[in-house]
Protein backbone atom coordinates (compact mmCIF):
# COMPACT_ATOMS: atom_id res chain seq x y z
CA UNK A 1 0.00 0.00 0.00
CA UNK A 2 1.38 3.24 -0.95
CA UNK A 3 1.51 6.69 1.28
CA UNK A 4 0.21 5.81 5.24
CA UNK A 5 -1.05 2.33 4.28
CA UNK A 6 2.84 1.40 3.89
CA UNK A 7 2.53 -0.70 0.63
CA UNK A 8 3.04 -0.69 -3.22
CA UNK A 9 -0.15 1.42 -4.29
CA UNK A 10 -0.66 0.11 -7.69
CA UNK A 11 1.71 -2.72 -7.37
CA UNK A 12 -0.36 -3.99 -5.26
CA UNK A 13 -0.55 -8.08 -4.76
CA UNK A 14 -2.39 -10.25 -3.14
CA UNK A 15 -0.02 -11.41 -0.61
CA UNK A 16 0.81 -7.80 0.52
CA UNK A 17 -3.11 -7.70 0.50
CA UNK A 18 -3.37 -10.01 3.19
CA UNK A 19 -0.51 -8.57 5.25
CA UNK A 20 -1.94 -5.46 5.39
CA UNK A 21 -2.32 -4.73 9.17
CA UNK A 22 -5.75 -2.76 9.44
CA UNK A 23 -5.86 -2.34 12.90
CA UNK A 24 -2.92 0.04 13.20
CA UNK A 25 -4.39 2.16 10.67
CA UNK A 26 -7.10 2.48 13.21
CA UNK A 27 -4.64 3.10 15.85
CA UNK A 28 -3.75 6.00 14.34
CA UNK A 29 -7.23 7.27 13.33
CA UNK A 30 -7.80 6.72 17.16
CA UNK A 31 -4.70 9.31 17.94
CA UNK A 32 -6.00 11.58 15.55
CA UNK A 33 -9.14 11.42 17.30
CA UNK A 34 -8.25 11.87 21.00
CA UNK A 35 -5.89 15.57 19.33
CA UNK A 36 -9.42 16.28 17.78
CA UNK A 37 -11.24 15.90 21.58
CA UNK A 38 -8.29 17.90 22.87
CA UNK A 39 -8.50 20.80 20.86
CA UNK A 40 -12.29 20.55 21.04
CA UNK A 41 -12.21 20.92 24.85
CA UNK A 42 -9.27 23.57 24.85
CA UNK A 43 -11.99 25.55 22.42
CA UNK A 44 -15.24 25.00 24.90
CA UNK A 45 -13.04 26.58 27.69
CA UNK A 46 -12.34 29.28 25.79
CA UNK A 47 -16.05 30.27 24.73
CA UNK A 48 -17.75 28.57 27.89
CA UNK A 49 -15.14 29.70 30.75
CA UNK A 50 -12.85 32.32 29.49
CA UNK A 51 -14.27 34.25 26.91
CA UNK A 52 -17.33 35.01 28.98
CA UNK A 53 -15.31 36.15 32.14
CA UNK A 54 -13.40 38.70 30.48
CA UNK A 55 -16.49 40.11 28.63
CA UNK A 56 -18.33 40.23 31.85
CA UNK A 57 -15.75 41.10 34.30
CA UNK A 58 -13.17 43.49 32.72
CA UNK A 59 -13.24 46.66 30.63
CA UNK A 60 -10.54 48.38 28.52
CA UNK A 61 -8.58 48.24 25.68
CA UNK A 62 -5.90 45.50 26.94
CA UNK A 63 -9.04 43.16 28.01
CA UNK A 64 -10.70 43.90 24.51
CA UNK A 65 -7.16 42.88 22.88
CA UNK A 66 -7.47 39.81 25.12
CA UNK A 67 -10.88 38.70 23.94
CA UNK A 68 -9.67 39.37 20.23
CA UNK A 69 -6.47 36.81 21.10
CA UNK A 70 -9.42 33.97 22.75
CA UNK A 71 -11.50 34.32 19.88
CA UNK A 72 -8.54 33.53 17.50
CA UNK A 73 -7.41 30.77 19.58
CA UNK A 74 -10.86 28.98 19.54
CA UNK A 75 -10.93 29.30 15.49
CA UNK A 76 -7.58 27.85 15.60
CA UNK A 77 -8.52 25.12 17.99
CA UNK A 78 -12.16 24.39 15.97
CA UNK A 79 -9.81 24.00 12.88
CA UNK A 80 -7.52 21.47 14.34
CA UNK A 81 -10.96 19.51 15.78
CA UNK A 82 -12.12 19.58 12.16
CA UNK A 83 -9.28 18.51 10.05
CA UNK A 84 -8.48 15.94 12.82
CA UNK A 85 -11.97 14.71 12.41
CA UNK A 86 -11.46 14.34 9.07
CA UNK A 87 -8.04 12.17 9.56
CA UNK A 88 -9.37 10.24 11.69
CA UNK A 89 -12.26 9.49 9.90
CA UNK A 90 -10.05 9.05 6.22
CA UNK A 91 -7.81 6.36 8.17
CA UNK A 92 -10.99 4.63 9.72
CA UNK A 93 -12.22 4.47 6.51
CA UNK A 94 -9.31 3.14 4.42
CA UNK A 95 -9.14 0.42 7.04
CA UNK A 96 -12.81 -0.74 6.49
CA UNK A 97 -12.44 -0.96 3.22
CA UNK A 98 -8.75 -2.68 2.65
CA UNK A 99 -10.92 -5.13 5.46
CA UNK A 100 -13.62 -5.86 3.25
CA UNK A 101 -11.18 -6.79 0.15
CA UNK A 102 -8.93 -8.89 2.68
CA UNK A 103 -12.44 -10.41 3.31
CA UNK A 104 -13.07 -10.90 -0.33
CA UNK A 105 -9.62 -12.19 -0.87
CA UNK A 106 -9.94 -14.61 2.15
CA UNK A 107 -12.92 -16.14 0.89
CA UNK A 108 -11.43 -17.12 -2.57
CA UNK A 109 -7.94 -18.35 -0.76
CA UNK A 110 -9.82 -20.77 1.21
CA UNK A 111 -12.01 -21.54 -1.72
CA UNK A 112 -8.79 -22.43 -3.46
CA UNK A 113 -7.15 -24.12 -0.69
CA UNK A 114 -10.27 -26.49 -0.22
CA UNK A 115 -10.13 -27.49 -3.87
CA UNK A 116 -6.05 -28.36 -4.08
CA UNK A 117 -5.99 -25.51 -6.20
CA UNK A 118 -2.68 -23.13 -6.13
CA UNK A 119 -3.11 -19.36 -5.87
CA UNK A 120 0.71 -18.01 -7.90
CA UNK A 121 1.91 -14.74 -6.61
CA UNK A 122 0.25 -13.04 -9.97
CA UNK A 123 -2.73 -14.42 -8.96
CA UNK A 124 -3.59 -17.10 -11.35
CA UNK A 125 -4.64 -19.79 -10.29
CA UNK A 126 -3.72 -23.34 -11.65
CA UNK A 127 -6.09 -26.26 -11.43
CA UNK A 128 -5.81 -30.13 -11.72
CA UNK A 129 -7.13 -32.44 -14.43
CA UNK A 130 -10.65 -33.63 -14.22
CA UNK A 131 -13.79 -34.49 -16.13
CA UNK A 132 -13.85 -37.01 -18.98
CA UNK A 133 -12.51 -36.48 -22.21
CA UNK A 134 -14.77 -37.77 -25.23
CA UNK A 135 -12.80 -39.69 -26.99
CA UNK A 136 -10.85 -41.64 -24.80
CA UNK A 137 -12.81 -41.10 -21.40
CA UNK A 138 -9.56 -40.20 -19.82
CA UNK A 139 -9.40 -36.64 -16.93
CA UNK A 140 -9.45 -33.93 -19.27
CA UNK A 141 -5.98 -31.53 -18.71
CA UNK A 142 -5.53 -29.22 -15.97
CA UNK A 143 -4.30 -25.43 -17.14
CA UNK A 144 -4.16 -22.11 -14.80
CA UNK A 145 -6.85 -19.19 -15.34
CA UNK A 146 -5.85 -15.68 -14.99
CA UNK A 147 -8.37 -13.15 -13.05
CA UNK A 148 -9.77 -10.41 -14.48
CA UNK A 149 -10.26 -7.43 -12.18
CA UNK A 150 -13.01 -5.75 -14.38
CA UNK A 151 -15.07 -8.25 -15.25
CA UNK A 152 -17.53 -5.92 -17.00
CA UNK A 153 -15.01 -4.55 -19.45
CA UNK A 154 -14.49 -8.45 -20.79
CA UNK A 155 -17.56 -9.48 -22.90
CA UNK A 156 -17.96 -13.35 -22.32
CA UNK A 157 -17.23 -15.59 -25.23
CA UNK A 158 -20.03 -17.85 -24.74
CA UNK A 159 -17.24 -21.11 -24.62
CA UNK A 160 -17.79 -23.22 -21.41
CA UNK A 161 -14.40 -25.06 -20.63
CA UNK A 162 -14.94 -29.04 -20.72
CA UNK A 163 -12.91 -29.01 -17.29
CA UNK A 164 -15.17 -28.77 -14.56
CA UNK A 165 -12.40 -27.19 -12.14
CA UNK A 166 -11.44 -24.22 -15.51
CA UNK A 167 -14.77 -22.33 -13.99
CA UNK A 168 -14.02 -22.94 -10.36
CA UNK A 169 -10.64 -21.58 -10.92
CA UNK A 170 -11.39 -18.65 -12.89
CA UNK A 171 -13.89 -17.47 -10.47
CA UNK A 172 -11.46 -17.56 -7.70
CA UNK A 173 -8.64 -15.92 -9.85
CA UNK A 174 -11.38 -13.59 -10.33
CA UNK A 175 -12.39 -12.48 -6.85
CA UNK A 176 -8.50 -12.20 -6.09
CA UNK A 177 -8.08 -9.64 -9.07
CA UNK A 178 -10.58 -7.76 -8.13
CA UNK A 179 -10.16 -7.56 -4.34
CA UNK A 180 -6.52 -6.61 -5.06
CA UNK A 181 -8.16 -4.52 -7.65
CA UNK A 182 -9.87 -2.39 -4.98
CA UNK A 183 -7.97 -2.64 -2.39
CA UNK A 184 -5.36 -0.95 -4.83
CA UNK A 185 -7.81 1.88 -5.86
CA UNK A 186 -8.88 2.50 -2.11
CA UNK A 187 -5.39 3.51 -1.83
CA UNK A 188 -4.65 5.99 -4.41
CA UNK A 189 -8.03 7.23 -3.62
CA UNK A 190 -7.15 7.85 0.13
CA UNK A 191 -3.42 8.86 -0.36
CA UNK A 192 -4.48 11.74 -2.27
CA UNK A 193 -6.81 12.69 0.31
CA UNK A 194 -4.22 12.59 3.23
CA UNK A 195 -1.92 14.00 1.24
CA UNK A 196 -4.56 17.06 1.31
CA UNK A 197 -4.88 17.39 4.48
CA UNK A 198 -2.11 19.74 5.44
CA UNK A 199 -2.70 23.01 6.83
CA UNK A 200 -1.26 26.24 6.11
CA UNK A 201 2.31 27.41 7.73
CA UNK A 202 1.77 29.76 10.92
CA UNK A 203 -0.16 30.22 13.61
CA UNK A 204 -3.42 31.70 12.24
CA UNK A 205 -6.20 30.26 10.23
CA UNK A 206 -7.12 32.51 7.49
CA UNK A 207 -10.17 32.26 5.53
CA UNK A 208 -8.72 30.76 3.10
CA UNK A 209 -7.87 27.44 4.94
CA UNK A 210 -11.30 27.19 5.84
CA UNK A 211 -11.97 27.13 2.40
CA UNK A 212 -9.83 24.08 1.64
CA UNK A 213 -11.10 23.01 4.61
CA UNK A 214 -14.74 22.51 3.08
CA UNK A 215 -12.53 21.02 0.15
CA UNK A 216 -10.99 18.32 2.65
CA UNK A 217 -14.86 17.92 4.34
CA UNK A 218 -16.36 17.21 0.80
CA UNK A 219 -13.79 15.16 -0.22
CA UNK A 220 -13.72 13.14 2.92
CA UNK A 221 -17.35 12.88 2.67
CA UNK A 222 -17.03 11.35 -0.86
CA UNK A 223 -14.72 8.56 0.00
CA UNK A 224 -16.35 7.26 3.22
CA UNK A 225 -19.76 7.63 2.09
CA UNK A 226 -20.19 3.28 2.36
CA UNK A 227 -18.32 3.49 5.76
CA UNK A 228 -20.68 6.02 7.33
CA UNK A 229 -23.53 8.09 5.10
CA UNK A 230 -25.43 4.89 4.19
CA UNK A 231 -26.37 4.92 7.83
CA UNK A 232 -27.45 8.18 8.53
CA UNK A 233 -31.21 7.68 9.04
CA UNK A 234 -33.15 10.15 6.63
CA UNK A 235 -35.94 8.39 6.13
CA UNK A 236 -36.96 7.52 9.37
CA UNK A 237 -38.93 9.27 12.06
CA UNK A 238 -37.76 11.94 14.62
CA UNK A 239 -38.11 9.16 17.43
CA UNK A 240 -35.99 6.58 15.56
CA UNK A 241 -33.37 9.05 14.42
CA UNK A 242 -33.01 9.91 18.15
CA UNK A 243 -32.37 6.17 19.25
CA UNK A 244 -30.29 5.81 16.17
CA UNK A 245 -28.20 8.83 18.06
CA UNK A 246 -27.79 7.25 21.18
CA UNK A 247 -26.87 3.82 20.21
CA UNK A 248 -24.25 4.45 18.53
CA UNK A 249 -20.64 4.52 20.60
CA UNK A 250 -19.06 7.74 21.49
CA UNK A 251 -16.32 7.08 18.90
CA UNK A 252 -19.01 7.08 15.80
CA UNK A 253 -20.76 9.59 16.81
CA UNK A 254 -17.65 11.58 16.68
CA UNK A 255 -16.91 10.59 13.15
CA UNK A 256 -20.33 11.50 12.05
CA UNK A 257 -19.93 14.51 13.52
CA UNK A 258 -16.87 15.08 12.10
CA UNK A 259 -17.26 14.20 8.53
CA UNK A 260 -20.85 15.00 8.37
CA UNK A 261 -21.91 17.99 10.31
CA UNK A 262 -24.26 19.27 7.73
CA UNK A 263 -26.60 16.31 7.80
CA UNK A 264 -26.34 15.73 11.99
CA UNK A 265 -27.04 19.47 12.14
CA UNK A 266 -30.65 18.94 10.46
CA UNK A 267 -31.61 16.08 11.53
CA UNK A 268 -34.85 16.56 13.24
CA UNK A 269 -34.99 14.49 16.61
CA UNK A 270 -31.46 14.55 16.81
CA UNK A 271 -30.29 16.18 20.43
CA UNK A 272 -29.96 20.15 20.17
CA UNK A 273 -26.79 20.43 21.83
CA UNK A 274 -25.32 17.87 19.54
CA UNK A 275 -26.69 19.53 16.36
CA UNK A 276 -25.73 23.39 17.70
CA UNK A 277 -22.23 21.56 18.02
CA UNK A 278 -22.47 20.06 14.44
CA UNK A 279 -23.92 23.34 13.02
CA UNK A 280 -21.01 25.53 14.76
CA UNK A 281 -18.48 23.45 12.73
CA UNK A 282 -20.34 23.55 9.65
CA UNK A 283 -20.93 26.75 9.76
CA UNK A 284 -17.00 27.27 9.53
CA UNK A 285 -17.50 25.49 6.43
CA UNK A 286 -19.70 27.37 4.78
CA UNK A 287 -18.05 30.09 5.04
CA UNK A 288 -14.99 28.80 3.28
CA UNK A 289 -16.62 27.75 0.80
CA UNK A 290 -18.50 30.64 -0.23
CA UNK A 291 -15.40 33.03 0.27
CA UNK A 292 -14.60 31.73 -2.73
CA UNK A 293 -17.70 32.71 -4.62
CA UNK A 294 -18.06 36.09 -6.14
CA UNK A 295 -21.69 35.75 -6.94
CA UNK A 296 -24.35 38.01 -5.75
CA UNK A 297 -26.41 35.54 -3.88
CA UNK A 298 -23.15 34.40 -2.22
CA UNK A 299 -22.24 37.68 -0.83
CA UNK A 300 -25.26 37.70 0.28
CA UNK A 301 -25.49 34.89 2.34
CA UNK A 302 -22.16 35.37 3.61
CA UNK A 303 -22.62 38.01 5.18
CA UNK A 304 -25.98 36.64 7.35
CA UNK A 305 -23.62 33.78 8.18
CA UNK A 306 -20.80 35.87 9.28
CA UNK A 307 -23.17 37.40 11.73
CA UNK A 308 -24.96 34.80 13.25
CA UNK A 309 -20.98 33.68 13.98
CA UNK A 310 -20.45 37.18 15.13
CA UNK A 311 -23.19 36.37 17.55
CA UNK A 312 -22.54 33.03 18.66
CA UNK A 313 -19.17 33.97 19.54
CA UNK A 314 -20.11 36.92 21.12
CA UNK A 315 -22.30 34.74 23.79
CA UNK A 316 -25.48 35.98 25.00
CA UNK A 317 -25.53 39.48 27.20
CA UNK A 318 -26.45 39.04 31.40
CA UNK A 319 -30.06 38.10 31.18
CA UNK A 320 -30.38 37.27 27.59
CA UNK A 321 -30.57 33.21 27.13
CA UNK A 322 -27.76 31.27 24.82
CA UNK A 323 -28.09 30.45 21.51
CA UNK A 324 -28.25 26.96 19.53
CA UNK A 325 -27.79 26.65 16.34
CA UNK A 326 -30.34 24.11 15.15
CA UNK A 327 -29.95 24.14 11.45
CA UNK A 328 -27.56 26.08 9.10
CA UNK A 329 -27.48 25.54 4.90
CA UNK A 330 -26.71 27.44 1.55
CA UNK A 331 -29.63 25.70 -0.17
CA UNK A 332 -32.21 27.72 -2.28
CA UNK A 333 -32.49 30.98 -0.22
CA UNK A 334 -31.07 29.95 2.28
CA UNK A 335 -31.46 27.98 5.32
CA UNK A 336 -31.04 28.96 9.34
CA UNK A 337 -32.71 27.81 12.49
CA UNK A 338 -31.63 29.22 15.91
CA UNK A 339 -33.61 28.97 19.00
CA UNK A 340 -33.03 31.13 22.03
CA UNK A 341 -33.24 28.55 24.98
CA UNK A 342 -32.39 25.12 25.00
CA UNK A 343 -35.28 23.50 23.61
CA UNK A 344 -34.46 20.06 24.94
CA UNK A 345 -34.82 21.43 28.81
CA UNK A 346 -37.48 23.65 28.33
CA UNK A 347 -40.94 23.26 29.31
CA UNK A 348 -41.77 25.98 26.99
CA UNK A 349 -41.14 25.90 23.13
CA UNK A 350 -42.47 28.04 20.56
CA UNK A 351 -41.29 28.15 17.19
CA UNK A 352 -41.70 31.46 15.21
CA UNK A 353 -42.02 30.85 10.98
CA UNK A 354 -41.27 34.42 9.28
CA UNK A 355 -42.72 34.83 6.08
CA UNK A 356 -42.46 36.79 2.75
CA UNK A 357 -39.22 37.88 1.43
CA UNK A 358 -37.70 36.19 4.64
CA UNK A 359 -33.69 34.50 3.14
CA UNK A 360 -30.51 34.11 4.94
CA UNK A 361 -29.34 37.83 4.31
CA UNK A 362 -28.12 40.40 7.08
CA UNK A 363 -31.95 41.45 7.50
CA UNK A 364 -32.82 37.95 8.47
CA UNK A 365 -29.83 37.30 11.07
CA UNK A 366 -30.16 40.51 12.73
CA UNK A 367 -33.92 41.24 12.34
CA UNK A 368 -35.43 37.56 12.84
CA UNK A 369 -32.65 36.53 15.03
CA UNK A 370 -33.98 39.24 17.31
CA UNK A 371 -37.45 38.46 17.37
CA UNK A 372 -36.60 35.07 18.97
CA UNK A 373 -34.62 36.47 21.14
CA UNK A 374 -36.96 39.20 22.46
CA UNK A 375 -40.00 36.43 22.47
CA UNK A 376 -37.61 34.36 25.06
CA UNK A 377 -36.20 36.64 27.01
CA UNK A 378 -40.21 38.32 28.08
CA UNK A 379 -41.23 34.40 27.58
CA UNK A 380 -39.10 33.23 30.60
CA UNK A 381 -40.39 35.70 33.03
CA UNK A 382 -43.58 34.25 32.93
CA UNK A 383 -42.82 30.90 34.83
CA UNK A 384 -40.38 28.20 33.48
CA UNK A 385 -38.24 27.84 31.52
CA UNK A 386 -38.69 28.87 27.73
CA UNK A 387 -36.93 28.46 24.33
CA UNK A 388 -37.70 30.34 21.07
CA UNK A 389 -36.68 29.24 17.79
CA UNK A 390 -36.57 31.61 14.62
CA UNK A 391 -37.16 28.79 12.05
CA UNK A 392 -36.01 29.47 8.08
CA UNK A 393 -36.18 26.02 6.87
CA UNK A 394 -37.92 26.45 3.56
CA UNK A 395 -37.76 28.66 0.67
CA UNK A 396 -40.34 31.79 1.70
CA UNK A 397 -41.70 33.52 -1.43
CA UNK A 398 -39.78 36.17 -2.54
CA UNK A 399 -41.22 39.53 -4.15
CA UNK A 400 -38.93 42.01 -5.62
CA UNK A 401 -41.80 44.43 -4.75
CA UNK A 402 -42.34 43.39 -1.33
CA UNK A 403 -45.51 44.30 0.25
CA UNK A 404 -46.99 45.96 -3.05
CA UNK A 405 -47.23 42.08 -4.97
CA UNK A 406 -48.12 38.85 -3.31
CA UNK A 407 -48.45 37.83 -7.16
CA UNK A 408 -45.69 35.35 -6.01
CA UNK A 409 -47.18 34.04 -2.71
CA UNK A 410 -48.85 31.30 -3.74
CA UNK A 411 -49.48 28.13 -2.09
CA UNK A 412 -47.02 26.05 -3.02
CA UNK A 413 -44.23 27.35 -1.01
CA UNK A 414 -46.26 26.86 1.80
CA UNK A 415 -47.33 23.11 1.47
CA UNK A 416 -43.30 22.59 0.89
CA UNK A 417 -42.51 24.44 4.20
CA UNK A 418 -45.26 23.19 6.33
CA UNK A 419 -43.64 19.76 5.99
CA UNK A 420 -40.30 20.74 6.78
CA UNK A 421 -41.91 22.27 9.32
CA UNK A 422 -43.92 19.56 10.98
CA UNK A 423 -41.04 17.39 10.59
CA UNK A 424 -39.01 19.81 12.56
CA UNK A 425 -41.67 20.61 15.25
CA UNK A 426 -41.74 16.46 15.32
CA UNK A 427 -37.86 16.40 16.36
CA UNK A 428 -38.78 19.14 19.11
CA UNK A 429 -40.44 16.83 20.84
CA UNK A 430 -38.75 13.63 20.35
CA UNK A 431 -36.00 15.58 21.74
CA UNK A 432 -37.24 17.26 24.49
CA UNK A 433 -36.74 15.96 28.13
CA UNK A 434 -39.82 16.33 29.37
CA UNK A 435 -42.93 14.04 28.62
CA UNK A 436 -45.18 16.70 27.57
CA UNK A 437 -43.71 19.37 26.76
CA UNK A 438 -45.57 22.90 25.72
CA UNK A 439 -45.04 24.06 22.19
CA UNK A 440 -45.88 26.40 20.64
CA UNK A 441 -45.96 27.55 16.52
CA UNK A 442 -45.86 31.06 15.75
CA UNK A 443 -46.77 32.43 11.90
CA UNK A 444 -46.10 35.69 10.68
CA UNK A 445 -47.45 37.25 7.72
CA UNK A 446 -46.52 34.26 4.37
CA UNK A 447 -45.31 32.32 7.55
CA UNK A 448 -48.80 31.54 8.74
CA UNK A 449 -50.08 29.65 5.88
CA UNK A 450 -46.89 27.88 6.50
CA UNK A 451 -47.99 27.21 10.14
CA UNK A 452 -51.54 26.29 8.49
CA UNK A 453 -49.86 23.78 6.28
CA UNK A 454 -48.25 21.79 8.72
CA UNK A 455 -51.11 21.67 10.74
CA UNK A 456 -53.35 20.23 8.21
CA UNK A 457 -51.39 16.80 8.23
CA UNK A 458 -52.94 14.00 9.93
CA UNK A 459 -52.50 14.35 13.35
CA UNK A 460 -51.45 18.45 13.12
CA UNK A 461 -48.25 19.43 14.14
CA UNK A 462 -46.55 17.22 16.30
CA UNK A 463 -46.51 18.05 19.87
CA UNK A 464 -48.20 21.87 19.46
CA UNK A 465 -50.55 22.95 21.92
CA UNK A 466 -50.64 26.32 20.72
CA UNK A 467 -50.59 28.59 17.49
CA UNK A 468 -50.14 31.76 16.76
CA UNK A 469 -50.97 33.96 13.73
CA UNK A 470 -49.84 37.24 13.48
CA UNK A 471 -50.20 39.80 10.42
CA UNK A 472 -51.97 37.01 8.64
CA UNK A 473 -52.98 37.13 4.90
CA UNK A 474 -54.95 33.55 5.83
CA UNK A 475 -53.86 30.25 6.62
CA UNK A 476 -55.17 27.39 3.98
CA UNK A 477 -58.05 26.89 6.00
CA UNK A 478 -61.99 28.49 6.85
CA UNK A 479 -61.94 27.48 10.57
CA UNK A 480 -59.80 27.32 13.43
CA UNK A 481 -61.42 23.83 14.02
CA UNK A 482 -59.22 22.45 11.31
CA UNK A 483 -55.60 23.52 12.62
CA UNK A 484 -55.81 20.27 14.93
CA UNK A 485 -55.40 22.18 18.42
CA UNK A 486 -58.80 22.84 19.04
CA UNK A 487 -59.92 26.35 18.41
CA UNK A 488 -59.47 27.92 21.91
CA UNK A 489 -55.89 26.88 21.52
CA UNK A 490 -55.51 29.15 18.37
CA UNK A 491 -54.76 33.02 18.56
CA UNK A 492 -54.52 35.59 15.82
CA UNK A 493 -52.96 39.18 16.17
CA UNK A 494 -54.10 41.71 13.31
CA UNK A 495 -53.03 45.21 13.91
CA UNK A 496 -55.50 48.04 12.53
CA UNK A 497 -53.17 49.43 10.15
CA UNK A 498 -51.84 46.14 8.75
CA UNK A 499 -52.43 45.81 5.24
CA UNK A 500 -51.40 42.07 4.66
CA UNK A 501 -54.23 41.45 7.41
CA UNK A 502 -56.80 43.47 5.02
CA UNK A 503 -56.09 41.58 1.45
CA UNK A 504 -59.22 40.80 -0.29
CA UNK A 505 -59.37 37.49 -1.99
CA UNK A 506 -57.75 36.32 -4.69
CA UNK A 507 -61.31 36.71 -6.31
CA UNK A 508 -61.41 40.06 -4.97
CA UNK A 509 -58.52 41.58 -5.81
CA UNK A 510 -59.49 43.41 -9.22
CA UNK A 511 -57.08 46.01 -8.96
CA UNK A 512 -54.32 44.08 -8.36
CA UNK A 513 -54.51 41.87 -10.57
CA UNK A 514 -55.83 45.24 -12.98
CA UNK A 515 -52.54 46.94 -12.11
CA UNK A 516 -54.35 49.66 -10.55
CA UNK A 517 -51.83 52.24 -8.82
CA UNK A 518 -48.85 50.66 -7.38
CA UNK A 519 -50.82 47.28 -7.18
CA UNK A 520 -52.02 44.43 -5.15
CA UNK A 521 -52.97 44.96 -1.33
CA UNK A 522 -51.83 47.82 -0.58
CA UNK A 523 -54.02 49.32 -3.46
CA UNK A 524 -56.98 47.42 -2.08
CA UNK A 525 -56.40 48.69 1.58
CA UNK A 526 -56.22 52.38 -0.03
CA UNK A 527 -59.46 52.36 -2.27
CA UNK A 528 -61.54 49.98 -0.20
CA UNK A 529 -64.57 51.14 -1.50
CA UNK A 530 -63.66 48.89 -4.50
CA UNK A 531 -63.60 45.79 -3.02
CA UNK A 532 -65.74 44.19 -0.62
CA UNK A 533 -64.06 45.08 2.87
CA UNK A 534 -66.48 43.30 5.15
CA UNK A 535 -66.02 39.84 3.90
CA UNK A 536 -64.27 37.62 6.02
CA UNK A 537 -62.14 35.78 2.76
CA UNK A 538 -58.33 36.82 2.54
CA UNK A 539 -55.55 36.37 0.49
CA UNK A 540 -55.44 32.39 1.48
CA UNK A 541 -58.99 31.60 2.79
CA UNK A 542 -61.32 33.08 5.86
CA UNK A 543 -59.47 36.00 7.55
CA UNK A 544 -58.18 34.19 11.15
CA UNK A 545 -58.94 37.43 12.71
CA UNK A 546 -62.94 37.22 11.63
CA UNK A 547 -65.19 35.95 13.92
CA UNK A 548 -66.16 33.40 11.84
CA UNK A 549 -63.33 31.68 11.76
CA UNK A 550 -63.39 30.97 15.46
CA UNK A 551 -59.84 31.71 17.23
CA UNK A 552 -59.38 33.80 20.05
CA UNK A 553 -58.19 37.54 19.02
CA UNK A 554 -55.29 39.08 21.00
CA UNK A 555 -54.37 42.56 21.81
CA UNK A 556 -51.68 44.33 19.24
CA UNK A 557 -50.47 47.50 18.73
CA UNK A 558 -52.61 49.40 15.87
CA UNK A 559 -49.18 50.39 13.93
CA UNK A 560 -48.71 53.30 11.97
CA UNK A 561 -51.20 54.90 9.37
CA UNK A 562 -50.36 53.09 5.60
CA UNK A 563 -50.85 56.39 4.29
CA UNK A 564 -49.04 59.53 6.00
CA UNK A 565 -46.41 62.15 5.06
CA UNK A 566 -47.39 61.76 1.93
CA UNK A 567 -45.42 58.03 1.64
CA UNK A 568 -46.28 54.55 1.76
CA UNK A 569 -45.60 53.30 4.90
CA UNK A 570 -45.92 49.56 5.74
CA UNK A 571 -44.33 49.25 9.22
CA UNK A 572 -47.64 47.50 11.01
CA UNK A 573 -47.18 44.49 9.00
CA UNK A 574 -43.49 44.12 11.04
CA UNK A 575 -43.89 45.36 14.45
CA UNK A 576 -45.48 42.46 16.44
CA UNK A 577 -41.91 41.32 18.11
CA UNK A 578 -40.60 44.72 18.80
CA UNK A 579 -41.44 44.75 22.46
CA UNK A 580 -40.39 48.89 22.42
CA UNK A 581 -42.75 49.17 19.57
CA UNK A 582 -45.79 47.04 20.51
CA UNK A 583 -45.39 45.63 23.90
CA UNK A 584 -48.76 44.47 23.78
CA UNK A 585 -48.27 41.89 21.04
CA UNK A 586 -44.72 40.28 22.50
CA UNK A 587 -46.80 40.11 25.79
CA UNK A 588 -49.66 38.74 24.73
CA UNK A 589 -47.24 35.94 22.81
CA UNK A 590 -45.13 35.54 25.71
CA UNK A 591 -47.87 34.58 27.83
CA UNK A 592 -49.08 32.16 25.35
CA UNK A 593 -45.67 30.49 24.99
CA UNK A 594 -45.39 30.32 28.53
CA UNK A 595 -48.26 28.18 28.93
CA UNK A 596 -50.73 31.75 30.60
CA UNK A 597 -52.65 31.88 27.85
CA UNK A 598 -55.82 32.95 30.36
CA UNK A 599 -53.76 35.74 31.37
CA UNK A 600 -53.77 37.13 27.15
CA UNK A 601 -55.46 40.67 26.78
CA UNK A 602 -58.46 39.60 24.48
CA UNK A 603 -59.41 41.77 21.50
CA UNK A 604 -63.05 41.26 19.90
CA UNK A 605 -62.73 39.96 16.23
CA UNK A 606 -63.70 41.76 13.58
Not at 186 to 213: N, Q
Request: aromatic content about 6%; overall charge negative.
Amino acid sequence: MSGRSGGAGSGLTWSALREVKCAELEQAADGWGRVGNRADAARDRIEGQLLPGLRDTQRGEAPDAAVRGLRRLGTNFQYIYTECGLLRTTLNSLAHEIKTQQRVLQGALDDAAALKFTVHADGSVTYPAAGEGLIDGKPLAGGTASGVPNPGMVPPSGLVAPNPNAGKAQDIADRVAQAVRAAADADWRYARILRSLKAHEGLGVPVATWTDAAADAAAVRGAARGYLKDAIPHDASPAERKAWWAGLTDEQREEYLAVYPDQIGNLDGIPSLVRDAANRDNLQLLMGKLEGRDDGDSATKLAALREIDRQLRAGPKVGEPPMYLLGIGDQGNGRAIVSYGNPDTARNVAAYVPGLNTSLDKEFATGDLKRARDLSIVANRHGAPAAAIAWLGYDAPQSPDGLRSLAVAVGGRAEEGGRAFHEFMGGIKAANDHGDPHLTAIGHSYGSRTVGGAAQHPGGIPGVDEIVFVGSPGVGVDSADDLGVGRDHVFVGAAANDVVTKLPSKAESVLGTAGVGFGGPAAAYAFGDLVDRRDDDVWFGRDPASEAFGARRFEVGDGPFLIGKGKIDVDAHSEYFDPKIDRASVENMALITAGHADRIKREEPH
